[in-house]
């Protein structure tokens, strides 16, 4: 992608009002598609965090956690399984959807990225200045800062852009960072997703997986 045009890209709303995030790139000499998000590191490094999870066992409980594990929706039709497999954007517009990939990144010790985009989405809509703060702290404490075990993989310019944001936080604090994790999802856990005995099961009729308590 050239210097100085703009990507727009990831979904920012859940439900109604679904818009587009637009990011500006700075100019960079040998830059690749999504330099920013899409380098090899951050897929080396959200396979070692994978890793190290699995070695550790570490449980994705938080005595933080403020994202529900399992959204409220309806039954998705057959209709609705099937565009999921069209595009990323369709299966995270759909709430049954997102639960649905959500079951899958679990098995992938990964789930703290959907947990992250939602709660992101959940910032988005406060109004209430205290609000906003504290729930900018909960997102920083839960998944940005390297002390906790839901960590998400971020590249160090988008990190230390949060940081300078912490300072005053806005609904908007963690854009930059949501679509790094949304253009992650999409790239490494997506396509294995579509390949899953869980979606396979899903478009053949079988029953939506449930969610585990």
Known sequence: ????????????????????????????????????????????????????????????????????????????????????????????????????????????????????WLACEDLKREINKSAIEEKARVIYEDYISILSPKEVSLDARVREMINKKMQEPTPHTFEDAQLQIYMLMHRDSYPRFLSSSNYKALVLGGSQPSSDS
């Open 1 to 116: 992608m050239g210097g100085g045009r703009s990507e727009t890209s990831a979904l920012s709303g859940t439900g109604e009002g679904w818009g587009f995030i637009t990011t500006q790139n700075s100019q960079r000499p040998n830059a690749c598609c999504f330099c920013w998000c899409c380098c090899c590191s951050c897929s080396w490094n959200e396979e070692e965090r994978r890793k190290r999870r699995r070695r550790k066992k570490i449980s994705l409980d938080s005595k933080m956690e403020t994202i529900p594990r399992c959204e409220s929706c309806t039954k998705p039709s057959p209709e609705e399984i099937g565009l999921w497999s069209q595009s990323f954007d369709k299966l995270m517009r759909n709430p049954a959807g997102r639960n649905v990939f959500r079951e899958f990144l679990r098995t992938e010790y990964s789930e703290e990225n959907m947990q992250f």
